[in-house]
């Protein structure tokens, strides 16, 4: 089974509230990305775990957090929304650094 | 910062027709590509990926790539309305080869 799971597929939150978004995988990969995809820009890295090890990007470090409390699943947490935040969110995960990697449906965010 | 470019950004071909897209990446360290399709309402999902210097081919698919030049070339012939979509390519980071840096894509329409 090489599928990535997302959820919820579609989110609507208001500006300032949290929003949480979950991303499950079942092939053991050590590696878990999130990306954020905006119409016509390419998928944006915003952070990735490497086992346990967080890794975020410096121009979004403040902005995101994640957390991967096992292999399988790892989330990520907009602790205080803005419009700038509407965009789809693209799980991935791969194997090793060279692998493909797998992506999830992907999860709209539509903040209002 | 790294970035990965593609052109076109939109190509039409038709059916039948062979279709070429180009790829280009900044860093000098990087040495292999990925190409990924991603239909329309759905997610990315690896078409080829190239590591030694010259050509790869699958079926219809056949990638290039000139390390020298940091380019690689993506060439599908016999084009299908089924091979409509927008083709990412992606190159490991320079500093980190765990991130992957997409580019924008390039949006292929064939017609029938």
């Known amino acids: 089974d090489t599928t990535v799971k997302q959820n919820p597929r579609y989110k609507l939150a208001r500006v300032g509230k949290p929003v949480n978004l979950i991303c499950s995988q079942t092939?053991?990969?050590?590696?878990m990305y999130w990306y954020q995809k905006k119409p016509n820009q390419a998928p944006k890295l915003l952070l990735f775990y490497y086992d346990k090890i967080l890794n975020r990007e410096a121009d979004t470090f403040e902005k995101f957090q994640s957390s991967r409390p096992n292999n399988s699943f790892c989330s990520l947490y907009i602790g205080s929304a803005g419009l700038e935040y509407s965009a789809m969110y693209l799980c991935?995960?791969?194997?090793?650094?060279?692998?493909?990697?797998?992506f999830g449906p992907g999860t709209r965010l539509t903040v209002l | 910062q790294q970035k990965v470019q593609q052109s076109p950004e939109s190509l039409i071909v038709p059916e039948g027709g062979m279709a070429s897209l180009n790829c280009t990446s900044s860093d000098r360290n990087v040495d292999y590509f990925w190409w990924y399709r991603q239909h329309s309402g759905k997610s990315p999902k690896m078409l080829m990926?190239?590591?030694?210097?010259g050509e790869k081919e699958e079926g219809r698919f056949t990638v290039h790539l000139n390390k020298a030049s940091l380019h690689t070339s993506l060439h599908i012939r016999d084009s299908q309305p089924s091979d409509s979509a927008l083709y990412l390519c992606a190159a490991p980071n320079d500093t980190n080869a765990y991130k992957v840096i997409f580019g924008k894509g390039t949006h292929l329409h064939v017609l029938p």
């Open positions: 092939m053991n990969h050590d590696t």
């Open positions: 990926s190239i590591f030694s210097n």
């Open positions: 991935a995960s791969s194997r090793d650094r060279v692998a493909e990697q797998f």
